[in-house]
């Protein structure tokens, strides 16, 4: 049987990390087995419907490289794939659950389910009075205009008992599970039925989701073995954890990916991070690209542990992903990010000097905020034990840079570093006791990206000797 899998979130917002690493797995599970990866929309809970929010999911896996083979906007032959759009699908399946025995109507209103921070079903139980009613006594009730909904029936004792492909066989008492709504008095269906449903009927072979489904699975497999029908292939995935103790969550304002790229972050570093976050190759090997995912996932290397999302881990992923970029691509990646700038910076020279030195693309404010604007500076910043200079040292050497400097013509870094280590010999001096006042002057920091020559190349010479005449006037 092809293996196929599908993506199915709710519009309710920027994509969840753990919604993405779901959506992943489910990818990988597809094309490492030459299967279909579909696309649902879920969007039945109307309540929690956020305006553009499907268009987030679009973007989102076009951008990290996640191409569906069905979904809403490229059709299918299981269409349609928003559930808001297969309402008049699920009742018929409902009452026919109920002639079946698997549920019953409800007159008793629309117990509200309870959801964790996540909205994730709360298994709690709930003893229904009107299964008591005739199923006659019902359809009169019903036709003569009573609010009814279908609610789900669990007659047996005993344990329930299925395999999941990460946490093995699952038993859990049918005692413990909950008979919830599962069509709701306006004819929507809730989450647990419609899944079903559109799984069922969409083909669907694996179901991959979050491990808080594990205690409600075999409430989806009563109405599987009800109907008839082959219950799907169970992968459920660990919790990706802020810490050993705090989920991952969007409620709490933890990152989504649109959190991440906005502060400089890959989606290709992103989703190659997102992939080891319950998953390992096997190997030393970190750095994946999505298409040499598809050749090496497998199911058998999925972890039960909880993942932690290490922000360091990815900002150092991030890093390689940006130093492993080619010069034009960076430069056009930085662009955005120079928008400020004044007049005059050798812009490309500034991608040069900072895509080694940098891990985020949002770092690159911090990193030259000094060539925006020249900081007050203290003149003890000329002091350095190492390099063996101090203000006196600055006050002898600086005069003497500037009038090299004023006297070049080809300014390039090479150009310049060769013009100033020529005049260090000229002076006696250490290279360094040149360098390094030079780099105080133009930056007016104690670090920066790049050394003196570079940072002159980025600033230009006209702005080069501004800031040396500047230091020479507080000198």
């Not at 002639?99 to 109507?105: P, Q, T, V």
């Not at 203290?378 to 005069?399: E, H, I, S």
Request: hydrophobic letters at 40%; aromatic letters at 10%.
């Amino acid at each position: 049987m092809k293996v196929r899998t599908r993506f199915a979130p709710s519009p309710t917002g920027y994509m969840h990390i753990g919604n993405l690493r779901t959506a992943l797995y489910e990818y990988l599970l597809a094309k490492s087995a030459g299967g279909d990866f579909i696309l649902r929309i879920e969007d039945t809970d109307q309540k929690r419907y956020v305006e553009g929010a499907t268009e987030i999911i679009y973007d989102t896996l076009k951008t990290v490289g996640l191409h569906w083979d069905e979904g809403p906007d490229i059709g299918g032959a299981h269409g349609p794939y928003v559930q808001s759009e297969r309402k008049d699908l699920y009742a018929p399946y409902a009452h026919k659950l109920v002639e079946l025995g698997g549920a019953h109507y409800c007159f008793c209103g629309e117990r509200e389910e309870q959801t964790d921070e996540d909205g994730n079903e709360i298994i709690c139980k709930f003893e229904d009075p009107c299964k008591k009613i005739p199923l006659e006594e019902a359809r009169r009730r019903i036709a003569a205009g009573e609010p009814y909904v279908v609610r789900q029936t669990i007659n047996k004792t005993g344990k329930s008992k299925y395999e999941d492909k990460v946490y093995g066989i699952i038993e859990i008492d049918y005692d413990e599970l909950d008979e919830g709504v599962l069509l709701k008095s306006d004819g929507f269906p809730t989450y647990n039925f419609a899944n079903v449903i559109d799984d069922h009927l969409m083909g669907i072979t694996h179901v991959v989701r979050g491990n808080e489904y594990l205690p409600s699975t075999p409430k989806y497999n009563l109405m599987y073995d009800t109907f008839g029908w082959q219950r799907p292939v169970y992968v459920h995935l660990p919790t990706v954890m802020k810490d050993a103790q705090h989920k991952l969550s969007k409620r709490n304002g933890d990152a989504s990916f649109q959190d991440l790229v906005a502060k400089g972050y890959l989606p290709e570093a992103i989703i190659n991070y997102i992939a080891l976050l319950g998953w390992n190759p096997g190997t030393e090997e970190e750095i994946f690209s999505v298409s040499e995912l598809e050749k090496i996932f497998s199911v058998e290397r999925l972890n039960k542990s909880p993942a932690i999302f290490d922000s360091v881990k990815l900002t150092w992923m991030n890093g390689m992903y940006i130093r492993a970029l080619n010069a034009a691509e960076f430069h056009r990646l930085a662009m955005p990010y120079y928008a400020d700038m004044p007049a005059g910076i050798n812009l490309e020279a500034l991608s040069r000097v900072l895509q080694p030195r940098i891990e985020t693309l949002g770092q690159i404010a911090e990193q030259t905020d000094f060539i925006r604007a020249l900081p007050e500076y203290d003149l003890a910043l000329f002091d350095n034990k190492k390099m063996k200079t101090d203000a006196a040292v600055a006050k002898a050497v600086l005069p003497e840079v500037r009038r090299a400097l004023a006297e070049q013509s080809e300014w390039t870094n090479e150009a310049l570093f060769e013009r100033l280590k020529a005049l260090a010999e000229q002076l006696g001096v250490k290279n360094g006791q040149v360098l390094y006042p030079t780099r105080i002057a133009l930056s007016g920091k104690e670090t920066t990206p790049g050394g003196a020559t570079e940072l002159a190349v980025v600033l230009g010479q006209a702005e080069t000797l501004l800031r040396l005449d500047k230091a020479l006037a507080r000198l």
